[in-house]
């Protein structure tokens, strides 16, 4: 978490058009999430206080859905050229003339904490502006009026990259003022014109801008492997006792014999919550929720289950699928499954074809086949960071 406050603006109201036909780059998914997502995520995570999506028009609502979840979000129509869409979002931001504000494209998914800190340091210490920048490694070559090949020189040159960090009043003051020529193609060249003072920050080749599709590739391959798949899996067995029903991944099912435990019972859910901590290294369901302890007799076992997804989330991860098996003579669990997985898909956040319940008796052998009780296994796939 940054020191300072800041809001920040994601430019996402582009075409895209060198990166190919097709899906605007930025809302292309990079290892199954949009690319836009990736920078709102990680200025989220460094405590931007809001945050400013610019994004063209009939898009709103599809940047709303990428950054669902994200605190502190808004959605604002951009304009024409980049500048015009920095102005945009600056209007919308309605921030403080002397707040700092970071304008970053969505088409540099890769920013880090460390980035924004320096950003904010050098703001802080008195610049007007700051940019992370890129000496030259290549050697420079201009193809003069002749058509010959020349060499110029790179010592002085420097990649810009966003994000760019300056006091909200003072970059749209120098964006309003900018007299050309053309429109300037950040938000530094805005502040340079008027006599601002820019300080450059360390770049990072992670600050690339996606703009070819060998980048659009290049991203995936990268964000892909800044991830990590893991499973867990989990077993419970509740028995049968008097009742009227029982509630199996919560659902309530009437029945002529309950399933007896201290919470509520259910065995699916246990078998799933156990699942998903097993996959993140978090013990099991009666680390978390003794049953020791009276505030659990009785409870919901929604609340075991939430509990784990909500552990996985805040550890930056997601989980990918899960699936169920409950073994047991009885209730029939084909006519509920449907509901048994939309109520999981539903307390997981997930879509219902990433979640799999299926049933089995174990041909009146043991303890399912007798009747006296029920078994539930569950195994989980999760996505962490590497
Ligand atoms: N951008 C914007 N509004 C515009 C043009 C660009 O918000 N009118 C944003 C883009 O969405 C991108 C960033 O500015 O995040 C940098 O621009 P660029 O890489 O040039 O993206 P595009 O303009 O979308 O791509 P292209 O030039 O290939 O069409
Ligand atoms: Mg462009």
């Given amino acids: 978490m940054a020191a300072m406050g800041f809001s920040a603006i994601i430019v996402a109201a582009g075409s895209g058009e060198r990166a190919g036909a097709g899906l605007a780059k930025q809302w292309r998914p990079l290892a199954g999430r949009p690319m836009l997502r990736w920078s709102a995520e990680a200025l989220s995570m460094a405590g931007a206080a809001r945050i400013v999506i610019v994004v063209a028009e009939g898009m709103e ?7 669902s979840g994200l605190p502190a979000c808004a959605v604002a129509r951009g304009g024409d050229t980049r500048a015009k869409s920095v102005v945009a979002g600056l209007e919308a931001l309605c921030a403080d003339a002397d707040s700092i504000v970071l304008v970053h494209d969505a088409a540099r998914p890769f920013l880090g904490p460390g980035h924004i800190e320096a950003l904010l340091a050098a703001i802080e210490a008195g610049a007007d502006g700051a940019v992370p920048a890129l000496p030259v490694a290549d050697t420079l070559k201009r193809r003069n009026e002749a058509g010959a090949v020349v060499t110029i020189s790179r010592s002085e040159l420097w990649r810009a990259q966003t994000p760019q960090a300056f006091r909200h009043g003072a970059l749209l003051a120098a964006h309003r003022g900018w007299r050309g020529p053309g429109e300037p193609t950040d938000d530094a060249s805005a502040v340079e014109a008027g006599g601002g003072r820019i300080v ?111 552990l996985i989330a805040s550890r930056d991860g997601r989980i990918v699928n899960v699936d169920l098996t409950l073994i047991c003579e009885w209730p029939k669990i084909g006519p509920r499954r449907q509901e048994m997985r939309g109520r999981l898909a539903t307390l997981l956040g997930l879509d219902i074809t990433r979640v799999g319940v299926k049933a089995t008796t174990t041909e009146g052998l043991g303890f399912t086949g007798r009747g006296e009780g029920l078994a539930a296994q569950a195994i989980a796939a999760v996505e962490m960071p590497a």
Avoid: Y
Avoid at 218 to 227: P, S
Avoid at 298 to 310: G, I, Y
């Fill in 200 to 310: 450059l920050t360390p770049g990072d080749p992670l600050l690339m801008k996606v703009t070819w599709p060998e980048e659009l590739a290049m991203a995936e391959r990268w964000a892909v492997g800044t991830r990590t798949t893991r499973v867990g899996q989990g077993f419970d067995v509740h028995r049968f006792g008097p009742g009227q029903g029982l509630w199996l991944c919560g659902v309530w099912i009437a029945h002529t014999h309950a399933l007896i435990g201290h919470s509520d019972a259910d065995a699916g859910l246990h078998a799933l919550t156990d699942a998903l901590l097993g996959a993140i290294g978090e013990g099991d369901i009666g680390e978390h929720f003794p049953a020791s302890d009276p505030q659990w007799r009785n409870a919901s076992s929604d609340r075991f289950l939430t509990h784990a997804a909500c």
């Fill in 61 to 67: 609502a599809a940047a709303a859905a990428a950054v």
